[in-house]
């Protein structure tokens, strides 16, 4: 049952920038874009649409993707020109195929309940600025060997998708932030060919086995430049492994609260390095399970040499976290993506992740 949980105002400065940035302005529907100034980490830069028109998704339908509906979100999301996409009211959205996003876009979800699910869902190809923020999305599946528009003069033969939440595909400046993903068929997200510059901030994930993979496979050199943040999410109840699954790049994760894990939460493998601070892990209970960190398919001898630090973390009810490589050595020089806070405020820093209702109030289920 959906509850609404009312912050007094007094209490809106919690210490996450983003929060703080611009829930404390009572008046911020009257001022939305401003979102776009509230960015962190490596993702900071994405405009979305800030600058553009805003459209107004008013019909929850998605009946053609060849030739999309007018005030639907699919014919928002393929325009060319920057635009700042809001609802009209609480929109149940089941898609038929993929979502193709094109650049300059925000998906702007505040003050309605806005869920995403069905075919794809959300594919992020080959583009740069993007924001998407306050939306569930959840029970994707794939779709595909159809033909798809991604703008308002091209479509084209897509081919089977895997049912990934949102799938970042050679992507840049794209900020994912306080939205609820669970129960897709692939990845919740998935950032993979050369993806950089992301931030993954203040959402919560629940029911999922394989949350999140950064990085293509082992051998796909490109995706050394992969810069991400992941602060300040809620990994809630019923995942598996993969918060984040990690390739080459870089990796800033940062005073989120790790409640559920059934095998590991961070993984990686081809030498990834992955900066942890201020995070909180709670093991599972399973005596086999403790252990936060594995390193896939690789030998110990590859990789005592990776660089995989924790600073500042809590383990709770037996977990631990095994470093490896030259601990604060100048592969950590990016770890001022977000500056860490102390993890006992956890649940102060956490207490908005997710998706947030009218008048910035959280949701809760």
């Known amino acids: 049952m959906l509850e609404i949980h009312e912050k007094d105002q007094l209490s809106c400065m919690t210490g996450n920038p983003i929060d703080d940035c611009w829930r404390c302005d009572p008046n911020w529907q009257a001022n939305r874009q401003r979102l776009a100034d509230c960015g962190i980490g490596f993702g900071q830069d994405a405009l979305g649409g800030k600058g553009g028109q805003f459209y107004i998704v008013s019909d929850s339908s ?22 700042w996409i809001i609802f009209s009211a609480n929109m149940f959205i089941k898609l038929k195929e993929e979502l193709i996003v094109s650049s300059f876009k925000t998906i702007d ?43 308002p003069t091209h479509y084209g033969f897509r081919s089977k998708s895997d049912g990934d ?17 669970s129960y897709c068929k692939d990845g919740l997200i998935d950032a993979i060919m050369g993806s950089t510059g992301i931030t993954i901030s203040n959402n919560y994930f629940s029911h999922h086995n394989e949350v999140m993979l950064m990085g293509h496979n082992d051998n796909y050199l490109p995706d050394s430049g992969m810069q991400v943040t992941i602060a300040f999410n809620h990994f809630g109840e019923a995942l598996v492994q993969r918060m984040p699954r990690c390739r080459h790049g870089y990796f800033h994760v940062v005073n989120n609260d790790f409640t559920m894990w059934e095998m590991y939460a961070i993984g990686g493998s081809a030498n990834p390095t ?32 990776w660089n995989w630090r924790t600073d500042g973390d809590m383990m709770v009810n037996g977990a631990f976290f095994v470093p490896s490589g030259e ?32 008048n910035g109030y959280v949701l809760s289920f």
């Open 165 to 181: 939440g949102i799938s970042i595909y050679a992507g840049r400046k794209i900020w994912i932030d306080h939205c609820s993903l």
């Open 109 to 151: 979800g505040r003050g309605f309940n806005v869920h995403i699910v069905g075919g794809g869902c959300i594919t992020l190809q080959t583009v740069t600025n993007i924001i998407i923020h306050n939306i569930h999305i959840h029970h994707c599946v794939p779709s595909g060997n159809a033909q798809v528009r991604d703008s």
């Open 274 to 305: 992955i900066n942890s601070q201020g995070n909180r892990y709670t093991a599972p209970s399973d005596p086999n399970a403790k252990e936060v960190t594995k390193r896939v398919e690789t030998d110990e001898k590859e990789w005592t040499g």
């Open 62 to 83: 998605d009946h053609d993707p060849v030739n999309p509906k007018p005030g639907t979100l699919r014919h928002a999301v393929i325009q060319v020109e920057p635009l």
């Open 327 to 358: 601990g604060l050595g100048n592969q950590y020089a990016k770890a001022s993506s977000v500056e860490p806070r102390a993890s006992g405020l956890i649940d102060q820093l956490t207490m908005n992740a997710g998706v947030l209702g009218a």
